[in-house]
């Protein structure tokens, strides 16, 4: 082709343009780089700076705790200023919100009495007790003194404490008549008026012994052995003659161990133990009611075989001075029973026996009992979905059901017997709302006239007053910042906005709500709510690797609903790096139908996949930045067996993970939560372990555990990294010294490789080395 001086000087020309826009494009590149820094130094800054212990002191006033003053229209809270904090008086009636007192006046009074500056916004008290009609404050100075305070001449009055701090093995009657105490595994009792002293038992051994129930936590140095040191734990009657207290026998118990090997001192590893039952094993610690009578030097013993511990969610309650009551759980949580008891006789009555084909929810249980026993309000699954019914209390029988639809009953919060009122907390029940979302609302007991109380749209946390007259309202979302008002029980009308968070702080940095998503479920029909959380720089134009954010235990949810949960987290900072964190909660989890719920019965392997992978790639068709190709997961505890889990199960779509004290086996976990979730054992457990299928392991996993983790003992992942070794897998461990489950949650180095691996084999950058976070 020949080319004429012409058009090569064209062609020349086209070449130097080429090449200008080449530069142009590279310089773009370098700029955008500069601009959004993924997994480099600068964003391990950024991501630093949003932990929960840096992030944590750019908010103020998120809640309101009120202290409500005794048979009085009042409470008082305390508030958070630029310098410390202030208490407030909310007067209830009016709605005003005023100071609870001068606090430069109090303060010159202690700047006086203890001879040294005592600033307003930092008194050195943070409770005190009103006088009659707010008259006085009275608060503690020190184990020995009180401090009174005039309120109107703000005269100071030192008043010594006469009363002497109990020992923890100690309880006094209510009417201050009696001391009951626990000494050699027995219990004994004192009478203050005249101080004699006897024994109420005198069979009770070691680790078969009274009112000193197994703390789950307790760890024994097994080179010296358990040493005994109870903490009394006893129901008084509400006229202070007789109390009720349990006889648990430990003799059988099973016990697990842990090996330090880097103890406070010496060169010797350390081994503990600590009791725990495991799934389907018989030998575990039984429970004995008895009701003791100081005044008459009596006991009587309850009627009932004993029971496991693992099955008691709660301690007996009085009725009146003759009766008590109580529920536990069969094993297996298949059923679950409702007890009277006599206490003068020790024989039992059982009008409720509610049962179930699969499992009952510990949290979906709960009842009120009218001051005659004659009816009892009774929360239940047993037409799908969380319930109220009145029962009657002799029967058993369903007087009516109180509340119906597909929401969700949580909790009752009060009765009104007299006029045959109930308020409760549930979700799900407005149109078009999230769920989750908890609402109060007001109902009576034939299920008229039910009431919404708390209209706003948002997760809500209440506080009642002791008359039922008053509630304090906080609510937030995770998009939307707490607010605090007070409302009347009777119709929910607002009488007083009590405070209002501060966020500005946090808003500066750049933060960004996170933002909530509702998906469909596995079954096309089945709503699913989620969150995404973006990092500061964010640029749509891009394209980010997603992060699972896990928890599928089916006592939980893992999306946070209010803006306490949602602001300060894991998640917030890791999405800085450079990553769109998502949680999700799919079938199998909490607070839905019983049918969502049962998803995951005696299938924990299930871990939600389905609805978690069916949802990103909705939500991917939505937002082209989320990349599906490069998805993470990570999760602790029950979250930590889901990642690991993950990619076994799913490695088509789980490219990396982080586990951390996973509960990879549940056959090594404890009796009470897989039984409840997996029923009895059986050839389920061993195919939904993950030591069953860690052959499968195609991707990128870090497994960690703490070497004194006594929740999820250390060989759940000792054995995990046995059977990767033995299928000959690649993958990386981490054993934290001297972390138990908790400590282990917050240790900065393990955030920091968390960071890292992600930031490696997910983001495909070099982390900067040996990053050190830092508290601001």
């Not at 595994?185 to 109420?200: H, M, Q, R, T």
């Not at 609402?439 to 109380?453: I, M």
């Not at 897989?674 to 392991?697: I, W």
Request: proline share 4%.
């Amino acid at each position: 082709m020949e080319i004429t001086g012409a058009n090569y000087l064209i062609k020349l020309l086209n070449q130097q343009e080429m090449k200008k826009l080449y530069i142009t494009f590279l310089l773009s590149v370098i700029v955008i780089k500069l601009l959004y820094p993924q997994g480099n130094t600068e964003s391990y800054v950024r991501a630093e700076k949003y932990l929960y212990f840096n992030i944590q002191k750019l908010v103020k006033n998120l809640e309101v705790r009120p202290n409500w003053v005794d048979k009085q229209n009042f409470l008082w809270f305390e508030k958070q200023t630029e310098k410390g904090y202030k208490f407030m008086l909310v007067r209830c009636k009016s709605g005003r919100v005023q100071d609870a007192f001068d606090h430069q006046k109090i303060a010159d009074l202690l700047t006086k009495e203890l001879k040294k500056d005592i600033k307003p916004d930092s008194l050195p008290f943070r409770e005190f007790k009103y006088g009659d009609k707010l008259s006085s404050i009275e608060f503690k100075l020190n184990d020995t003194i009180n401090v009174n305070i005039n309120l109107s001449n703000y005269f100071l009055n030192k008043i010594k404490n006469e009363n002497r701090k109990l020992n923890k093995n100690e309880s006094l009657s209510p009417d201050g008549k009696w001391m009951v105490f626990i000494r050699n595994y027995n219990l004994f009792a004192k009478s203050i008026p005249d101080g004699e002293e006897f024994a109420l038992s005198i069979d009770g051994i070691d680790k078969n012994d009274y009112a000193s129930p197994i703390s789950w936590y307790k760890i024994v140095d097994e080179s010296k052995g358990d040493i005994y040191d109870p903490e009394i734990d006893i129901v008084w009657s509400p006229d202070s003659k007789k109390f009720i207290a349990a006889k648990i026998d430990r003799r059988s118990k099973g016990k697990l161990f842990l090996f330090q090997s880097t103890p406070d001192s010496g060169y010797r590893a350390k081994i503990w133990s600590y009791e725990r039952s495991l799934p389907g094993e018989m030998n575990t610690a039984n429970i004995e009611y008895f009701v003791f009578n100081p005044g008459e030097k009596s006991v009587v013993k309850v009627n009932l075989d004993p029971f496991a511990e693992c099955l008691n969610w709660n301690n007996p309650e009085w009725l009146d001075n003759k009766t008590a009551y109580f529920r536990k759980f069969t094993r297996g949580y298949k059923a679950y029973d409702f007890y009277f008891i006599d206490t003068e006789t020790g024989k039992c009555s059982n009008p409720i026996h509610e049962v179930a084909k699969t499992m009952i929810e510990y949290q979906m249980v709960d009842a009120k009992v009218t001051t005659k026993g004659d009816k009892i309000i009774w929360l239940s699954e047993r037409d799908g979905w969380g319930h109220l019914y009145l029962i009657n209390g002799i029967t058993g029988q369903v007087i009516n059901q109180i509340t119906k639809g597909e929401y969700v009953v949580h909790s009752i919060q009060a009765m009104d017997e007299k006029n045959k009122t109930i308020w409760f907390i549930a979700g799900g029940k407005e149109f078009e709302r999230d769920p989750y979302y908890k609402h109060l609302y007001k109902v009576n007991f034939n299920g008229s006239d039910l009431k919404l109380l708390t209209p706003e749209d948002a997760d809500h946390s209440v506080w009642i007053s002791p008359d039922n007259h008053f509630f304090v309202d906080n609510f937030s979302r995770a998009d939307q910042k707490p607010k605090a008002v007070l409302r009347s029980m009777l119709d929910g009308k607002l009488i007083a906005d009590i405070q209002e968070s501060d966020i500005s702080k946090l808003l500066a940095t750049g933060w960004k709500y996170p933002k909530p998503f509702k998906v469909k479920g596995r079954d096309g029909i089945t709503d699913i709510f989620g969150l995404l959380f973006y990092p500061t720089n964010f640029d749509a134009t891009k394209k980010y690797p997603v992060i699972d954010a896990t928890y599928t235990g089916p006592q939980a949810v893992r999306t946070a609903k209010s803006f306490i949960r949602a602001y300060r987290n894991d998640d917030v900072p890791i999405a800085e790096l450079g990553f769109i964190v998502m949680t999700i909660d799919g079938f199998g989890t909490a607070f839905r139908s019983k049918a969502f719920h049962d998803v995951s019965y005696m299938n924990l392997g299930d871990i939600g996949a389905a609805d978690h992978i069916g949802g990103l790639r909705q939500l991917a068709r939505l937002y082209p930045y989320l990349d599906t190709t490069r998805v993470g997961i990570y999760g602790h505890s029950a979250g930590g067996y889901d990642a690991a889990h993950a990619l076994f199960t799913h490695p088509e779509f789980y490219k990396v993970g982080v586990s951390t004290a996973g509960n990879h086996d549940n056959m090594m976990s404890k009796e009470w939560w897989d039984e409840q979730y997996m029923g009895m054992p059986g050839k389920h457990y061993l195919e939904q372990s993950n030591l069953s299928l860690a052959k499968n392991l195609q991707g990128k996993l870090l497994i960690v555990t703490g070497d004194m983790d006594n929740n999820v003992n250390p060989a759940n992942t000792l054995r995990l990294a046995g059977e990767l070794i033995k299928a000959n897998k690649d993958f990386d461990m981490i054993i934290f010294p001297n972390k138990d489950h908790g400590s282990l949650y917050y240790d900065l180095y393990l955030i920091r490789k968390r960071w890292d691996y992600f930031v490696k084999y997910l983001l495909g950058v070099e982390p900067p080395k040996e990053f050190e976070i830092k508290k601001n």
